[in-house]
C-alpha cells in the first residue's frame, strides 16, 4: 500500500540556508516533530532528534549552522550534512540522522511520503 502525500509548507516558505519548517509526527509510536529544510536548491527532511541523546535538534526553527552549510544541534553542538544527514562532528558519530522521503509538487508544496516509523501525528 502506498502512502499518501502529507502537504508540509509551500516550496517558498524554504530558502536556502534559511529557517526549518516543523511538523508534529509519531516516531515509533510516540510523538516527535520533524523538519523540513531547502539545501543547495533540493527540499530534505529529517526526524527532529538528534542521534547522541533523542533532543530536538532545532533552536526555535533553527537548524543550519551561520554559515548555513551544515546543521547542528542546540543542544550537544553535533553537526550534520544536510542532503544526507550524515553526523560530521559532536558526540553522536558517525551516526545520522533520520531521513524522511520529500519531494515538491508542480503546485509548488513541499510533500513528504509517510513510511517506515515515522507517520503523520
Sequence with gaps: MVAEAITVCPSTALVDGG???????????EPATAFFIRYRGKVHGYLNRCPHMGAELDWENSVFTRAGDQLMCARHGATFVPDTGVCTGGPCQPSK??????????????LW????????A
Design 113 to 120: 511520503w509517510p513510511g517506515g516509523k515515522t507517520a503523520p
Design 97 to 110: 540522522l533520520v531521513a524522511l522521503q520529500v519531494s515538491e509538487s508542480a503546485a509548488g508544496d513541499v
Design 19 to 29: 529557517l526549518a519548517h516543523k511538523l508534529d509526527v509519531l516516531h515509533a509510536g
